[in-house]
């Protein structure tokens, strides 16, 4: 029995080569997600598939007779680009090497798409928001009253955008009226902090 290719999520047509993957693997995946599938071709049996990556300590064959790979630990596109696998088959003969490319894919920061707040009414007509583009601090411009007799809910769009280029939006509602708990924004001018690096405000 000798190993002479491999298939699955790629191929090869010799026991030994390498394997760039078009499709990347989101940098949010969970543990235990595939992060590729390949089976060796022989004419006999495939005793055994192991697994090494770079970066270390990410992956895992959680079942040794089939060349299923998985994350055993989450990835990051800001760390690493790109896994780099190498898998190897054992049959009778001997066995054969697969080195695998899998790109990392970025993601826009914001781990949710809404987000709602509420205002005290009479806190600051028409009401005008401005996104600080550096801290992402979301505000009243000056000299703008919030008033529910006249609009009592606002919708802002916030792209969030990070080092690399991938963004994604925001939907933040602010409410005007009687607030309570959490979703109250205190302060006369309050501001809402979120974490990027970048931020535009697209629509009001």
């Known amino acids: 029995s000798t190993i002479s290719g491999w298939s699955g999520d790629g191929t090869l047509a010799t026991a030994s080569g390498t394997i760039t993957l078009a499709s990347p693997l989101s940098e949010d995946s969970p543990v235990g997600t595939t992060v590729v599938s390949l089976t060796a071709t ?57 080195t695998v490319t899998v790109p990392i894919g970025d993601v826009g920061p914001f781990t949710t798409t809404t987000k709602e707040l509420c205002v005290a009414d009479g806190l600051g007509p028409d009401a005008t928001f401005d996104v600080d583009s550096a801290t992402g601090a ?32 925001l939907t933040l509602t602010v409410k005007v009226g009687n607030c309570s708990g959490k979703e109250k924004m205190a302060a006369a001018l309050g501001s809402l902090l979120l974490s990027l690096l970048a931020y535009t405000l697209l629509s009001l």
Not at 53 to 70: D, F, N, R, W
């Open 42 to 98: 022989t004419d006999g049996t495939v005793s055994a598939y192991t697994v090494t990556g770079v970066p270390s300590s990410v992956v895992e064959i959680a079942t040794a007779t089939v060349g299923i790979v998985t994350l055993t630990a989450t990835v990051d596109y800001e760390k690493n680009t790109e896994l780099v696998l190498t898998i190897i088959a054992t049959d009778a003969d001997g066995t054969a090497t697969a």
């Open 138 to 169: 979301v505000t009243t411009a000056s000299g703008v009253t919030l008033d529910m007799a006249t609009k009592a809910e606002h919708t802002v769009t916030i792209t969030g955008t990070v080092t690399g280029g991938e963004s994604n939006d």
